[in-house]
C-alpha cells in the first residue's frame, strides 16, 4: 500500500542534463531550490506523483555486493545526512548522464527532492525522488493589458503526465530500499533500458503483490498455450477460465495450489497439465516456487482492470467479452458453433437490451 496524501516537500534541487552520445553536457543548479510559494510547491507535488498509479515496487540491485551499486550509495549518504543533499544530487546526475547514451534520449531537466511523511505498507518513511522532464507542450498565454487582449505562443511542462521519475522510500535498506517508478516516454525495451535497468538498476521485489500479479499471468498463459490448443477450448472457454481464476483470487486471502486446483482447474488430467505448467512458468520467469502465498487485494483489482478479452475473428469482427459480464451469467450469454450450410463458425450472443 502507497500513499503519498500527506507527502511534504522539505528539499529540492534542478539542474539540467542532455545526451551524451551527443555531448551535449549537463548544467549545474547554483543550490537548492527555495520554496517561497506555496502553491508552486503544490504543483509540483501534483507533477512529481500524479503518474504513480502503479503499486509494484522495486528494489536497487547488483550481482555481487549492494555496496557497489552507485545510485544506491548516493541515495543512503543522504538517508544518513540530509545536509549532503545538494552534493549528492550532482553525483546522481552525473550517474545519469553517463547513462544518456541512447540516441533516443533527450536533454531535459533533471529534480531531485527529498520527500517526509510517505507511507508504504502502513510505515511512515523518508524518501529520495529523481525525476527527469523530457518533453514541453505548446500553449496559448493570453494576457490583458491596457483594455488590449493579446495572444503568445510558449511552452511549458504539463503537470498532469510524468515523463520518468522514481521514488526512493527509506525502507529495508539491507534489502536495496523500496523504489516505485515511472517511464511514460519509453515503451521499446532499448529505450526504457536506460531509465529501469541502466540507470536505477532494479529487480523486483517478490512480494505479496508480485506474487499475485504474477500467477494471474500464470493462469492466462495457460489458458492460451495448454488449455487452448490441447483441449480445443473456444476463446470463450478461455475468458471463463481466466474469469474463475480472478475470482479466486478475489474471494481469497491466501494462495494455496491445491486448493486452487480443486476450485479452478478441476479436471484431474488438467490439474497436472496446470502443475507441470506452472513448474516451467516459474523457471523461465526466473521465479521463486510457491505453492502458497498471501494474496494482494491491490494487485488482483489492478489485473482484473486490464484483462479485456478479444476474440478476433478472419471476418475482421471483434468481440469484446468483459470478465463480469460472464461472471454474472455463468457464461451463457455466448455460444460458439458451427453451420453446415456455410462451414462457418459462428458465436450467438444473448442480451436483453441494446445499450
Given amino acids: 500500500m502507497l500513499d503519498l496524501s500527506k507527502t511534504q516537500m522539505e528539499q529540492l534541487v534542478i539542474h539540467k542534463v542532455g545526451n551524451k552520445l551527443r555531448d551535449e553536457g549537463f548544467v549545474l543548479s547554483a543550490a537548492e531550490y527555495e520554496m517561497l ?4 510547491e503544490e504543483l509540483l507535488l501534483k507533477y512529481f506523483f500524479s503518474s504513480f498509479r502503479e503499486k509494484i515496487l522495486y528494489k536497487f540491485y547488483h550481482q555481487t555486493d549492494i555496496h557497489l551499486h552507485e545510485l544506491y550509495m548516493y541515495v543512503s549518504a543522504i538517508f544518513i545526512d540530509r545536509t ?11 550517474h545519469l548522464y553517463e547513462k544518456s547514451v541512447h540516441p533516443q534520449i533527450k536533454r531535459g531537466e533533471f529534480y531531485a527532492a527529498y520527500f517526509s511523511g510517505c507511507i508504504v505498507d502502513g510505515q511512515t518513511v523518508d524518501a529520495v525522488g529523481i525525476f527527469k522532464t523530457e518533453n514541453k507542450e505548446k500553449y496559448l498565454k493570453v494576457s490583458d493589458r491596457m483594455q488590449d487582449v493579446t495572444l503568445a505562443a510558449d511552452q511549458g511542462i504539463n503537470i ?12 529495508d535498506s539491507t534489502d536495496g530500499y523500496r523504489v516505485a517508478i515511472v517511464d511514460n516516454v519509453n515503451r521499446k525495451d532499448s529505450e526504457a533500458a536506460y531509465w529501469k535497468d541502466e540507470f536505477l538498476r532494479l529487480t523486483d521485489v517478490q512480494d505479496a503483490y508480485f506474487h499475485t500479479q504474477n500467477h494471474l499471468q500464470l493462469c492466462r498463459d495457460f489458458a492460451e498455450t495448454v488449455y487452448g490448443p490441447l483441449y480445443q477450448a473456444d476463446k470463450k472457454d ?9 475470482a479466486y483470487f478475489d474471494k481469497n486471502e491466501k494462495f494455496d495450489i491445491d486448493e486452487f486446483a480443486q476450485n479452478v482447474v478441476k479436471q484431474p488430467e488438467l490439474i497436472e497439465q496446470f502443475k507441470e505448467h506452472k513448474v516451467m512458468f516459474e523457471m523461465n520467469q526466473g521465479l521463486q516456487p510457491l505453492d502458497s502465498f498471501a494474496i494482494s487485494g491491490q494487485a488482483v483489482k489492478t489485473t482484473k482492470r486490464k484483462l479485456r478479452s478479444l476474440i478476433k475473428l478472419d471476418t475482421d469482427i471483434e468481440i469484446k467479452i468483459k470478465l463480469a459480464a460472464l461472471d454474472q451469467a455463468d457464461g451463457d450469454i455466448i455460444e460458439r458453433g458451427f453451420d453446415e450450410t456455410k462451414q462457418m463458425h459462428y458465436y450467438k450472443v444473448y442480451f436483453n437490451e441494446e445499450e
Fill in 84 to 94: 549532503r543533499f545538494y552534493e549528492q544530487s550532482v553525483n546522481i546526475l552525473k
Fill in 238 to 246: 478461455q475468458v471463463l477460465f481466466v474469469n474463475e481464476a480472478v
Fill in 37 to 40: 510559494d506555496g502553491n508552486i
Fill in 160 to 171: 498532469k503526465k510524468l515523463d520518468k521519475g522514481a521514488i526512493i522510500f527509506n525502507l
